[in-house]
C-alpha cells in the first residue's frame, strides 16, 4: 500500500499508520513523501515488530537518508481498546522521549515538534497580532498624551477639566492594554 502524506510539512501520525493497516496483520508499507522538486520523492518502506507493551517501527529510506527506528507505546483507552503512540527518537533536548501521536521529518531524522523547533502556525499569528494591537495602543497612549499636553486649560476651581479626564482616561486604557499583551 502507497500512502501520500502532506505536502506542505513532512509529518507521520500514528492515527493514519494504524488507518493503513501497518499494525494489523500487514507487516510492510511504503510511505511516498513528495517533494519541492516535481519528479522526485521521498520513499520509506515501515515494517512493525510488536511486543507486549508496544512495538518499533523500523524505516528504511530509498534515497541514501538513515534509516530510523521509532518505537511504539500503547496505552489503554478509558472506555476500552488502546491507543498507540510514537515515542520522539530524535533526542536533541535532555528532556524528550516524549509520547506524541505525530512525527515530523526534519532533513533526514523523525522528531517531535520540540525536537524539529517547529510552532504552530497561529501561535506565529496571534504573537503578530499581538505585536501590532501594542503599537496601535502605544499609538493611542501618544494621542493622548499629545492631547493633554495641548490643553489651554487643565483645572478649572481646583479639579481636572473634562477634556483632561478623558484624554487621561484614553491613556491609562492604552497602557493597561499594552500591560495586558503577551510578548
Same mark, same amino acid.
Given at each position: 500500500?502507497?500512502?501520500?502524506?502532506?505536502?506542505?510539512?513532512?509529518?507521520?501520525?500514528?492515527?493514519?499508520?494504524?488507518?493503513?493497516?501497518?499494525?494489523?496483520?500487514?507487516?510492510?508499507? $511504503?510511505?511516498?513523501?513528495? /517533494? !519541492?522538486?516535481?519528479?522526485?520523492?521521498?520513499?520509506?518502506? &515501515?515494517? =512493525?515488530? #510488536?511486543?507486549?507493551?508496544?512495538?518499533?517501527?523500523?524505516?528504511?529510506?530509498?534515497?541514501?537518508?538513515?534509516?530510523?527506528?521509532?518505537?511504539?507505546?500503547?496505552?489503554?483507552?478509558?472506555?476500552?481498546?488502546?491507543?498507540?503512540?510514537?515515542?520522539?527518537?530524535?533526542?536533541?533536548?535532555?528532556?524528550?522521549?516524549?509520547?506524541?501521536?505525530?512525527?515530523?521529518?526534519?532533513?533526514?531524522?523523525?522528531?517531535?515538534? $520540540?525536537?524539529?523547533?517547529? /510552532? !504552530?502556525?497561529?501561535?506565529?499569528?496571534?504573537?503578530?497580532? &499581538?505585536? =501590532?494591537? #501594542?503599537?496601535?495602543?502605544?499609538?493611542?497612549?501618544?494621542?493622548?498624551?499629545?492631547?493633554?499636553?495641548?490643553?489651554?486649560?487643565?483645572?478649572?476651581?481646583?479639579?481636572?477639566?473634562?477634556?483632561?479626564?478623558?484624554?487621561?482616561?484614553?491613556?491609562?486604557?492604552?497602557?493597561?492594554?499594552?500591560?495586558?499583551?503577551?510578548?
Amino acid at each position: 500500500m502507497i500512502a501520500e502524506v502532506d505536502r506542505q510539512m513532512h509529518r507521520l501520525d500514528v492515527t493514519d499508520l494504524n488507518r493503513w493497516g501497518l499494525f494489523d496483520d500487514q507487516t510492510r508499507l $511504503e510511505i511516498k513523501w513528495p /517533494t !519541492y522538486i516535481e519528479s522526485s520523492s521521498i520513499i520509506c518502506k &515501515a515494517s =512493525y515488530r #510488536s511486543d507486549w507493551q508496544g512495538g518499533t517501527i523500523d524505516f528504511r529510506f530509498n534515497n541514501g537518508l538513515p534509516d530510523n527506528d521509532v518505537d511504539i507505546e500503547i496505552t489503554p483507552c478509558h472506555f476500552g481498546g488502546n491507543r498507540k503512540w510514537f515515542i520522539c527518537p530524535m533526542q536533541v533536548s535532555d528532556k524528550c522521549h516524549y509520547r506524541v501521536r505525530i512525527l515530523y521529518f526534519d532533513t533526514d531524522w523523525f522528531g517531535c515538534m $520540540e525536537c524539529c523547533r517547529l /510552532t !504552530y502556525k497561529s501561535k506565529r499569528v496571534n504573537l503578530r497580532n &499581538a505585536l =501590532y494591537a #501594542s503599537l496601535a495602543a502605544l499609538d493611542r497612549a501618544e494621542a493622548a498624551s499629545q492631547t493633554i499636553r495641548s490643553l489651554r486649560i487643565k483645572r478649572h476651581r481646583g479639579k481636572l477639566t473634562k477634556k483632561h479626564q478623558a484624554a487621561s482616561k484614553k491613556y491609562q486604557k492604552a497602557l493597561d492594554s499594552i500591560r495586558r499583551t503577551d510578548l
